[in-house]
Nanobody, 113 residues
Framework: VQLVESGGGLVPPGGSLRLSCAASGFSFSNHYMMWVRQAPGKGLEWVSQ????????FYVDSVKGRFTISRDNAKNTLYLQMNTLSSDDTAVYYCTNFRMDYWGKGTLVTVSS
């Protein structure tokens, strides 16, 4: 099983990034997937989740209206479009399945001027 996040980087406040998570070694299309983040010096925070059929999605209140989770089951890839970023969004972003037994190494998002 492998999850590989990418797309992080340094972005100014108000900017946008699109994170990707490439999955392999398991039946991605059958799994509910999530994005979780960890800000410097803080614990893990659930950000968003999406069912296997891309049905109803959920977001933590702090990102509602700014972030959009999506997936492409044909490409075994999970995405997170992040808009209007603020310094509070600075964190390492991880993708994981709903049971949280598959994890990537994360991608660092730094929002700073």
């Amino acid at each position: 099983v492998q999850l590989v996040e990418s797309g992080g980087g340094l972005v100014p406040p108000g900017g946008s990034l699109r994170l990707s998570c490439a999955a392999s070694g398991f039946s991605f299309s059958n799994h509910y997937m999530m994005w979780v983040r960890q800000a410097p010096g803080k614990g893990l925070e659930w950000v968003s989740q999406i069912p296997s059929d891309s049905g109803r999605q959920f977001y933590v209140d702090s990102v509602k209206g700014r972030f959009t989770i999506s997936r492409d089951n044909a490409k075994n890839t999970l995405y997170l479009q992040m808009n209007t970023l603020s310094s509070d969004d600075t964190a390492v972003y991880y993708c994981t399945n709903f049971r949280m037994d598959y994890w990537g190494k994360g991608t660092l998002v730094t929002v700073s001027s």
